[in-house]
C-alpha cells in the first residue's frame, strides 16, 4: 500500500527589515494567521543587533527584554507554492513594547515618525519608490550585455516569474531591465504612499532573492562583488503629495523646477546628507562605490537630469500640467541594499521635513561638502550632527553606531576583494 503524500501547509512570516538590512523574524502555520495577527511573535530587544553576516558581536541590550514583533496586516505579500515549495506569506512588521507602544528602535517606526514630522511640518505625506539593482548569478557574463535586448531575452524566465510574483503579492511591478554591469539587473516597483513604499521594496528584494533562489541560482544585491567592479545601487525616488493628493514639489517657473517647499525638502536633506550617509550607505563596501568614475556620487550635491549628483531632479515634459507635477521628483543616488528601506527612506524624510520646517533653500553658490570615504568617516559624521541624531533618538543612535562599528572590526585585516566576497555572501 502506497503511503498518502502530504501536501505542504501554507505557512506566514513576520519580520522587519533590521539595522543591517536583512529581513529578520519568524514563521508561523497560516492556520495560526488570525491570532498571529492580534499577538504577533516575542523577539528579544538584542536581536536588532544581529550584524550583516549572522553573529551578534556588540550589543548594549544584552540578554534582558521582551518586545513584540506586530504583523502590519494590510502589507502580507504572498510567495507561491511554485517558487517557495509551499505558499508563504510575508507580513513585514513594528518591533512594540509589550504595552503596545512602538519601540524606540523600532526601523519601520523610524520612519513613521519621519512621516509624521513630515506632516506636522507641511501638511504633505512622501510618494516613494525604489529602484533595486543586482546581479544574477544564472545570466552568463559576456562582452557588451548591458541594456541589450538578447540579454534581457536570456533573462526572461527569471524576469517573467518575478514580475508575476511581485504583481500577485499586490505590487505594482513598472520595469525591469538588463543593466550595465556584468550579469546585473534591476526591478523597479510603481510608486506609493507613506511606509508602504519601503513595505513594497522589502517585499520585491526578498521575491527577487526567492524567485532567483528557486531556479537554481542567487540575486546579489551587495554594492560591488569586487573593489574594481560593477557598482549595484539602490535609488530612492520621491515626490510630495498634499491632503488632496495634489503633487506639490514642481514649479515650472523657480530654479530647477523646485517649488518653494519642494526647494526646503532637497535643501534639508543636502544639509544633513554627508552624516545620512552612515544609514543610506551603511557597509563598508558601499564606500567602494562611491568612488569617481563609478557613475555614483562623490558629494552632497543636486542636479537635474545628472547621474552623478547625489540628488537627481527628474522632470518630464506632459501636455497636462498636473501630469507634468506628478512625474517631477528627485532622485536619491546614495543607497545600496545594505541598507534597511526604512532607514534609508527614513533618514530622508526626517531631514526634509526639517528643511521644510527650517524654511532652508539651496544656494546655488555654495560649494557641495564631499561625501565620506569610509563607513567610519560617515560613522563619525553621524555621531557629531546633533540633528541626525535627534532625528534617530539616543537609543537607536547609540545602537547603531555600536552595530556598524563592529561590523567594521570584523572585516578587520581582510583584503578589499574578500571583504566584497564577505558582502556579496550575505547579501
Not at 511573535?41 to 518586545?67: D, K, Q, R, V, Y
Not at 514630522?117 to 539593482?133: D, K, S
Not at 564606500?287 to 556620487?297: I, V
Amino acid at each position: 500500500m502506497s503511503a498518502t503524500a502530504l501536501l505542504p501547509e501554507p505557512l506566514g512570516f513576520i519580520g522587519t527589515c533590521d539595522l543591517s538590512g536583512h529581513f529578520r523574524g519568524k514563521g508561523f502555520p497560516m492556520a495560526d494567521l488570525a491570532g498571529r495577527m492580534r499577538s504577533g511573535f516575542g523577539l528579544a530587544p538584542t536581536n536588532i543587533m544581529m550584524s550583516a553576516f549572522g553573529p551578534i558581536h556588540a550589543t548594549p541590550f544584552g540578554t534582558t527584554g521582551e518586545l513584540v514583533l506586530k504583523p502590519v496586516a494590510e502589507c502580507g505579500a504572498l510567495v507561491p507554492m511554485g517558487i517557495a515549495g509551499t505558499d508563504v506569506t510575508l507580513f513585514p512588521a513594528d518591533l512594540v513594547t509589550q504595552e503596545g507602544t512602538p519601540w524606540v528602535c523600532c526601523p519601520r517606526g523610524f520612519l513613521t515618525r519621519g512621516l509624521a514630522a513630515l506632516e506636522a511640518a507641511a501638511g504633505l505625506r512622501a510618494y516613494a519608490t525604489f529602484e533595486q539593482e543586482f546581479v544574477h548569478t544564472g545570466i552568463a557574463e559576456r562582452p557588451g550585455m548591458p541594456y541589450r535586448f538578447d540579454a534581457f531575452v536570456e533573462a526572461g524566465g527569471f524576469g517573467g516569474t518575478l514580475v508575476a510574483a511581485l504583481r500577485r503579492a499586490g505590487l505594482t511591478p513598472d520595469s525591469f531591465l538588463a543593466e550595465n554591469g556584468p550579469s546585473q539587473f534591476e526591478v523597479t516597483i510603481a510608486p506609493t504612499i507613506g511606509a508602504r513604499a519601503a513595505d513594497e521594496a522589502v517585499i520585491a528584494r526578498e521575491l527577487t532573492r526567492a524567485v532567483a533562489a528557486a531556479q537554481g541560482h542567487r540575486a546579489i544585491h551587495a554594492p560591488m562583488l569586487s573593489p574594481d567592479g560593477a557598482t549595484s545601487g539602490t535609488h530612492i525616488h520621491i515626490s510630495l503629495l498634499d491632503a488632496d493628493g495634489l503633487a506639490v514639489m514642481h514649479d515650472p517657473a523657480r530654479r530647477l523646477g523646485l517649488s518653494h517647499v519642494g526647494e526646503a525638502f532637497v535643501a534639508g536633506i543636502v544639509a544633513h546628507l554627508p552624516a545620512l550617509v552612515a544609514l543610506t550607505a551603511p557597509s563598508v563596501v558601499s564606500y567602494y562605490r562611491l568612488r569617481p568614475g563609478k557613475w555614483a556620487p562623490t558629494r552632497a550635491d543636486v542636479g537635474v537630469f545628472d547621474r552623478g549628483r547625489a540628488i537627481r531632479l527628474c522632470a518630464s515634459k506632459a501636455d497636462d500640467p498636473e501630469a507634468e507635477r506628478r512625474r517631477y521628483n528627485m532622485e536619491f543616488r546614495v543607497c545600496d541594499a545594505t541598507a534597511s528601506p526604512y532607514l534609508a527612506l527614513g533618514a530622508l524624510i526626517h531631514a526634509g521635513a526639517d528643511g521644510i520646517a527650517r524654511g532652508l533653500s539651496l544656494d546655488p553658490a555654495a560649494p557641495s561638502p564631499a561625501l565620506p570615504a569610509s563607513l567610519g568617516e560617515a560613522l563619525d559624521l553621524l555621531e557629531t550632527s546633533d540633528a541626525v541624531r535627534g532625528f534617530l533618538g539616543a537609543e537607536l543612535a547609540g545602537a547603531y553606531v555600536m552595530l556598524k562599528c563592529s561590523e567594521i572590526a570584523a572585516l578587520d585585516g581582510l583584503t578589499d576583494q574578500e571583504i566584497c566576497d564577505r558582502y556579496a555572501a550575505a547579501y
